[in-house]
């Protein structure tokens, strides 16, 4: 096996990569193909702490039509076939999920419109201690070529047992490892670059 690493600073760390079961790759965008092409399977591979402390919402209001606040949990475990997991955001500090819910036949629309047509909400991954490993698997309706990535965040410890948190993204193609791309939080930046170090492992 042949391995290369490399660096290369990030324009956008707090969103420095996104999935998305649409073409557009927007996580958060919502079109008619985000709920024609299959939803994005997600699998919690590791987490430790309770869901409710690593998987948090933040709100803004306190209305909550679809009832998502009090059933987020059962939608993390795929108990819920209401809500689709169409997003995916990974930075720094958290990872962003987007659930999509239709509320009338979408695909027969022109125009979607929020609240009307459709509800997105966000829950964010935020490891307090530990760590939490998630895989994505992202199935496209007019390709039989499956994309799987798995997103890790948690405390390494860097020398002298000081600890900083990272961030590591993993994409599979045929089943084995392509590419990592790796960020520490709490990496110190040179002012002369603008953006955020990221070191790159292709495989």
């Known amino acids: ?23 557009d790759g927007s996580p958060d965008s919502v079109t008619p193909e985000t709920f024609k092409n299959p939803p994005i399977k997600m699998k919690i591979m590791e987490c430790r702490g309770s869901l409710e402390d690593v998987f948090t919402i933040d709100y803004l209001d306190e209305d909550d039509p679809f009832l998502f ?20 955001s990974v930075g720094r500090a958290d990872t962003q999920l987007y659930f999509t819910k239709a509320t009338c036949n979408t695909l027969a629309r022109n125009e979607l419109i929020l609240g009307e047509s459709y509800d997105i909400q966000t829950v964010y991954c935020r490891p307090k201690l530990g760590r939490f490993l998630i895989s994505f698997e992202v199935e496209r309706a007019y390709d039989v070529q499956k994309e799987i990535f798995t997103v890790e965040c948690g405390e390494i410890t860097l020398y002298d047992k000081v600890t900083s948190m990272t961030t590591s993204v993993v994409e599979y193609r045929n089943g084995h490892k392509y590419r990592m791309l790796n960020v520490q939080r709490d990496t110190k930046v040179n002012p002369s670059y603008l953006g955020h170090p990221c070191t790159i492992t292709e495989y």
Do not use: C
Request: charged share 25%; aromatic share 14%; hydrophobic share 35%.
């Open 69 to 88: 606040r009090e059933n987020y949990i059962k939608v993390l475990q795929g108990e819920s076939l209401d809500w689709r997991l169409t997003g995916v």
């Open 1 to 23: 096996m042949a391995k290369m690493s490399y660096s290369m600073y990030l324009h956008n760390p707090d969103a420095f990569y996104r999935i998305s079961n649409i073409e």
